[in-house]
C-alpha cells in the first residue's frame, strides 16, 4: 500500500462542520465529535472540495472575505492534511484578498506554467491584469 493509498479523503461537509460552529444545525452539532476525530488523521483535500468549501462559507454563511481566507490557510497549515495543489490554494487566497474573484483566482493559479488564460470575463481579466497575475489574463480574439 503506497503512502497515498493510506490518506482519507475529506469532503466540503467535514471541512464546513470542523471550522464552521453553525448551532442551528443539529446534524452538525451531533456530528461534531466524529469529525473532529477524522479530522486528526492523515488525510486528503481536493482542489474542487477547496473550492465548494469556500463557496459554502462566503456564500452560504457569508462570512467575512478575510475569515475565509483565514480558514483556508489554517486549513493548508495542517501538517497530516495533503491539500491538492496546496501552493495554488496559498497564490489564489492572496489573489483574492487583493480582491480577485477567488474561483477566477484559482483557476488562473493552476495553469501557472501557461502562457496566457483566456475568457471573455471582462472583470475577471481587468483585475487579473491590475494585480498582473500569471499567466496573463486576456480575451482572445
Known amino acids: ?6 490518506l482519507n479523503a475529506l469532503d ?3 471541512l464546513a462542520r470542523f471550522f464552521i460552529n453553525d448551532k442551528k444545525d443539529s446534524e452538525a452539532i451531533k456530528q461534531k465529535q466524529i469529525v ?5 488523521m492523515p488525510s486528503y483535500v481536493s482542489i474542487t472540495v ?8 462566503y456564500k452560504g ?10 480558514v483556508l490557510k489554517t486549513l493548508c497549515q495542517f501538517s497530516h492534511i495533503t491539500i ?16 480577485m474573484d477567488f474561483a477566477d483566482a484559482l483557476h488562473v493559479a ?11 470575463d471582462k472583470k475577471f481579466i481587468k483585475k487579473a491584469q491590475k494585480l498582473n497575475v ?3 489574463v486576456v480575451e482572445p480574439v
Open 1 to 6: 500500500m503506497t503512502e497515498a493509498n493510506k
Open 12 to 14: 466540503t461537509n467535514i
Open 50 to 57: 477547496i473550492l465548494k468549501f469556500f463557496w459554502v462559507m
Open 84 to 99: 491538492e495543489n496546496e501552493k495554488h490554494v496559498i497564490t489564489a487566497i492572496e489573489h483574492f484578498l487583493q480582491g
Open 134 to 136: 500569471r499567466p496573463s
Open 61 to 70: 454563511y457569508k462570512l467575512p472575505k478575510e475569515t475565509c481566507a483565514n
Open 110 to 120: 493552476q495553469v501557472a506554467h501557461c502562457q496566457q488564460f483566456y475568457t471573455f
Open 36 to 40: 473532529t476525530d477524522v479530522m486528526t
